[in-house]
């Protein structure tokens, strides 16, 4: 049994093939998919795809590179969004300062603004991050955080890893950790507490090896978790089993 907990099988990507992608993941033993949203309009098309598959179960928010088309409805918009029953979390939320820091204090707004939603409705926080730990630490160190926080997609250095430790934060990896040139990302999976990692595709990207390059999807969760389960050298099944159960704890699923 895996979860893929977190993909975009709302994106463009999927229109083609979407039913088929989701039968797929299903079949090869993936009893749980939760699909997240960037923007106001992929968030209500996760719902959508929550309530027509039952696997499925959808997160809403603006990613931090989707910010700049915001304005002020736009939070008003995720929130009456979020209390559909089918949503399990708010994000992706976060900053993101890769290829430019354009709109860095609306990203920074944005985030201060999903975390109190989060809070509100008492959901865990899906975080974003990019070239901008010191100021997502910064932010969280100000801001009272909801019960349960994870940094998806983790790619941060071990400065971050520790701070996510001591916060009890929980990290989740992608294909990123079948790379040859991740070796970063093993150490910090090898060193980090086992109740507090999980497992994703970030679907459509970043398909682990042996797919990379290929348009990723959510029947391919199983590569990460067993590579994981590899680097800290458990027996597969029951790993498994813990990380399936880390993340139906996570989300309340």
């Known amino acids: 049994m895996y979860i893929d907990t977190h993909c975009h099988l709302n994106f463009t990507d999927f229109d083609a093939d979407r039913s088929l992608v989701i039968d797929n993941a299903v079949t090869q033993g993936i009893v749980s998919i939760i699909d997240v949203g960037t923007n106001v309009d992929s968030s209500r098309c996760a719902i959508e795809l929550a309530y027509q598959y ?10 931090p590179s989707e910010v700049k088309y915001a304005d002020s409805n736009t939070m008003k918009k995720i929130a009456n969004l979020a209390e559909e029953s089918k949503v399990v979390g708010i994000g992706e939320t976060g900053l993101d300062f890769y290829y430019t820091k354009d709109f860095m204090q609306k990203q920074k707004d944005f985030l201060v603004m999903h975390i109190q939603l989060a809070g509100m409705l008492n959901l865990p926080l899906i975080v974003h991050q990019r070239n901008s730990r010191d100021e997502i630490i910064e932010i969280f160190e100000k801001e009272k955080l909801p019960e349960k926080v994870v940094f998806h997609c983790f790619g ?37 507490p086992d109740d507090r990692i999980m497992a994703e595709t970030d679907a459509p990207f970043l398909s682990p090896v042996p797919f990379r390059g290929k348009r ?32 139906k704890r996570f989300f309340n699923i």
């Open 216 to 247: 990723n999807e959510p029947s391919r969760v199983r590569y990460v978790v067993e590579q994981m389960s590899d680097i800290k050298k458990q027996d597969r099944k029951n790993f498994c089993e813990k990380i399936c159960s880390n993340s």
């Open 156 to 192: 941060g250095d071990n400065l971050l890893a520790e701070y996510c430790k001591i916060k009890g934060f929980y990290i989740s990896f992608t294909g990123i950790i079948t790379f040859k040139r991740s070796d970063d990302i093993k150490n910090i999976c090898m060193n980090y």
């Open 54 to 63: 039952e696997q499925i179960n959808a997160v809403v928010g603006i990613h």
